[in-house]
């Protein structure tokens, strides 16, 4: 019975070794390999909270560490990826003095998103939806989205590089903003109540049928509209 309370933190571990090893191959400039090492990370990191509700293995450490892992398989790992692209920009650009430093602002990824994971521990109210962005979606969309545009750079390098640290600030700021999104967590299978999730899942199936990896990054962008539409009903 002691072994059974350590397999959610057990999965939440690989969580965290499936960032780590994003992490190698952005540093690489691998992004597709970074990318699925991060659709991983999120996988592990709905078992976790799976497997925790399933076997009524919750405990403190598992929530520090379920914490601590998303930071880096959600923050870091999305942000070197970031950090690779602009980078493979600024090279193509050859930026020289302060703007050669331009890639750094990829950086803005792990902080917000740092400061994301620290306001929903101590936030009541997001105990069955959120408020604000949640890393794991927003670590898919700058995944997919840096991977299906690094074929664009030897033509829009400035565009890119710039487009991007802009787009960055702004969904940085979506994580620490007060704006409700609903959770794919279902009570149950009927379709009243959980309308928004059925479209997202039956959309996301499409876009990705569609653009590919670059699906991944719309289906975000639709879950962020319908947590707006789903906010003024």
Known sequence: MNLIKHIPNTITCLNLFSGCMSIVAAIGGDLRTAFIWIVGAAVFDFMDGFAARLLKAYSPMG?????LSDVVSFGVAPGMILYSLFSQAALLMNLQGCLALLPFCAFVIPVFSGLRLAKFNIDERQTTS?????VPAHALFWGSLAYSVQAWLPMNAS???YGGIILAC????LLVSEIPMFSMKVK??????NECRYILLLAAILFIAFWGYLGI???IVLYFILSLFNRNK
Do not use: N
């Open 217 to 219: 990054a719309g289906t």
């Open 188 to 193: 149950s299978v009927s379709w009243k109540g």
């Open 159 to 161: 565009w890119l590089l």
């Open 170 to 173: 702004l969904t940085s700021y």
């Open 63 to 67: 929530k520090e560490l379920d914490s």
């Open 130 to 134: 959120f408020i604000g962005l949640p």
